[in-house]
């Protein structure tokens, strides 16, 4: 089985649905992270959690919000989907600044 | 803020060439540097890290110095294969504070035979 599992892998919405998108993870780690990726911009930090009462916004948290279910579990949600949240979405973890993070295989959303 | 910029891709090498991507970053304090791949339809893996100046980090043939008075981690491999083909990403965690992650936004690397 997988460090960190996404569920699920692809998706398709309609525009204006609630959805939501989970992270479970394996690693024992307290830091969690969900991020998005679109072409030509990379990887954009949507929220991170260090523990399971401690959850922080990122660089694009509008329209997005999480739960930390417990250490392992991590959950984002999106309550009102629009188009431009079309994108590959990534959760990640890790145990401290100066070690590796451990990403899912990664979420597609397409909101139509 | 803190902020990762690297060389735009795409890149296209034919097979044996050698690679340069360049990385620079702006933060405070002693961030760590990261590359990471994303291989055709996966999450990323790191490839290498390194944590304090003049480090070195290295895996499957690359490798990256970290450079505090240019501020940069270039990645450098000297012979690339077709395997090679991926999405590089070089990436910080910054230091003090909300630590968290921060990424560059990626070169596309193909590889031909």
């Known amino acids: 089985d997988a460090d960190v599992t996404q569920t699920p892998r692809n998706r398709i919405t309609k525009t204006g649905k609630r959805i939501m998108l989970e992270c479970s993870q394996t690693k024992g780690h307290d830091r969690m992270y969900w991020y998005r990726q679109d072409p030509g911009l990379g990887l954009r930090l949507i929220y991170y959690?260090?523990?399971?009462?401690?959850?922080n916004k990122g660089e694009i948290s509008d329209g997005y919000s999480v739960s930390r279910q417990a250490q392992a579990k991590f959950s984002l949600s999106l309550e009102s989907a629009i188009p431009n949240q079309t994108a590959l979405y990534f959760c990640?973890?890790?145990?401290?600044?100066?070690?590796?993070?451990?990403f899912g295989q990664g979420t597609r959303l397409t909101v139509v | 803020g803190d902020s990762v910029t690297q060389m735009e891709g795409p890149v296209t090498l034919s097979e044996e060439a050698f690679l340069t991507i360049n990385c620079t970053y702006t933060a405070t304090g002693y961030p760590s540097l990261f590359w990471y791949v994303q291989y055709p339809g996966e999450g990323l893996q790191l490839l290498l890290k390194a944590t304090k100046a003049d480090d070195k980090g290295s895996n499957k043939g690359f490798e990256a110095t970290y450079r505090k008075e240019t501020t940069s981690f270039h990645l450098e491999k000297g012979s690339v294969q077709v395997s090679d083909s991926a999405v590089y990403f070089c990436a910080l965690v910054t230091q003090g504070g909300s630590e968290k992650l921060v990424f560059g936004k990626g070169t596309k690397l193909t590889v031909n035979p």
């Open positions: 959690s260090f523990d399971v009462k401690d959850i």
């Open positions: 990640a973890t890790s145990d401290g600044t100066r070690t590796e993070a451990f």
